[in-house]
């Protein structure tokens, strides 16, 4: 429990003076709306009005540890998803029922070449207001040892913090071999 301690006359005088003129609030209810839980909208992404405005890039690259323990096979579907993504944006990415915006396709590429194409990419792609991308990894792993990418890019994007949530693609779009990934608005 707090104490008040009194003010000063002058405390309060000061008090008026700033208060003047403010009407206090009403304790009227909120309304409350009945409102469905619906897809992520694709929208065209915003336009700047100076043209060469640039946002600050996301630099989350060199924070990404390329250390796993618990590393899947090439077969194997990969889901992650942050609390509070809807059940329906969970379901979108688990049956490809969205349309991706970008793809990345990083088959063949080194693990560092494939980190930095990774946050380059994802960072451009909130640059440009993209909710809903496509990052192909491949399946590797052709010796019967895990999958080093799908592995990597499995450990990475659960690490960033833009990303919402992720799952292995439909046949489609690559299978095992890709993920949907979900990012923030």
């Not at 052709?142 to 890019?153: D, H, Q, T």
């Amino acid at each position: 429990m707090s104490r008040l301690l009194p003010l000063s006359p002058e405390d309060q005088a000061l008090f008026q003076k700033e208060m003047a003129g403010v009407a206090p609030l009403t304790n009227k209810k909120p309304k409350m709306t009945a409102e469905r839980d619906h897809e992520p909208r694709m929208t065209a992404p915003k336009r700047l009005e100076n043209s060469d405005y640039r946002l600050p890039r996301q630099s989350f690259g060199n924070d990404l540890t390329d250390y796993y323990t618990s590393p899947v096979q090439a077969e194997t579907f990969i889901h992650y998803h942050q609390p509070g993504v809807s059940k329906r944006q969970i379901h979108a990415l688990k049956t490809g029922h969205l349309t991706y915006q970008a793809k990345l396709d990083m088959h063949g590429l080194s693990t560092p070449a494939a980190k930095e194409s990774l946050t380059e990419f994802l960072s451009q792609q909130i640059q440009q207001h993209h909710r809903w991308v496509l990052v192909i990894h491949g399946k590797g792993g052709r010796f019967g040892e895990a999958p080093v990418l799908k592995n990597l890019v499995n450990h990475w994007l659960g690490q960033i913090p833009c990303v919402l949530g992720f799952h292995s693609a439909q046949a489609k779009h690559g299978g095992a071999g890709a993920v949907y990934v979900l990012l923030k608005p």
